[in-house]
């Protein structure tokens, strides 16, 4: 050890640039690489405290829709902590002298259900019985929609103008899956919206269902 320092130390005194770039170089690599490495390990940790924050479902399930009395109560099953019927409505985004974009059109009772929770980056979240609705943030980011604005979505034949209330984030939403077969698109080319259940099934006299989330 004493000759290997004596080495170094005679090397340093021969030399001091090159010894001291060398110290320099192994110092900056061990802490990028410690930099990187915490980093790295931060993302699972915040991944968990944001979906643990918006109760991220543990389970979906998706059906033909029927109305809400013909399904049966699933919060009688021991370990369910909360259950939530939704209406999720496929269908495109039309705007004005572009290209209609392909949307998701998610109906609740609730403002904020307590399932995958919205956590709202501007505005409010819509109110009972009416039209209005929260865009999921790619709307805003990608598509340039904002408060205020109206918004316009086509399902089958039918034509929805409402007023966005709110910008949020979704936790379905956040991140990429992991799973090829349930690929989130990227980047804009997905609108999502959410409204009220009771204001659309009005008409029909019954609650109309075809989604089920499981925490």
């Known amino acids: ?18 010894t001291i770039g060398l110290i320099l170089s192994i110092a900056f690599g061990i802490g990028i690489w410690g930099a990187m490495d915490m980093a790295f390990k931060c ?51 039309i705007k004005d002298g572009e290209k209609p974009l392909t949307s998701l059109l998610i109906l609740t009772k609730s403002s904020n259900v307590g399932v995958n929770k919205l956590l709202l980056k501007s505005g409010r979240l819509n109110g009972p019985g009416n039209n209005e609705f929260v865009i999921e943030r790619s709307l805003n980011e990608y598509q340039h929609y904002n408060i205020g604005d109206m918004i316009t979505f086509k399902v089958g034949e039918k034509v929805l103008n409402s007023k966005i209330t709110g910008i949020a984030i979704s936790p379905e939403f956040f991140s990429m899956s992991s799973n090829p077969d349930f690929a989130i698109p990227e980047k804009g080319t997905l609108g999502v919206a959410y409204g009220n259940l009771s204001a659309f099934n009005e008409a029909l006299g019954f609650t109309l269902v075809n989604d089920i989330i499981i925490s």
């Open 1 to 18: 050890m004493a000759k290997n320092f004596l080495v170094f130390f005679r090397g340093y005194i021969k030399t001091p640039s090159r």
């Open 43 to 93: 993302i699972p940790y915040t991944l968990d405290k944001f979906y643990a924050k918006t109760d991220f479902s543990d389970l979906e399930i998706q059906f033909l829709a029927d109305d809400e009395n013909n399904i049966p109560d699933l919060t009688t099953i021991d370990g369910i902590k909360s259950v939530e019927h939704r209406l999720i409505l496929p269908g495109t985004v």
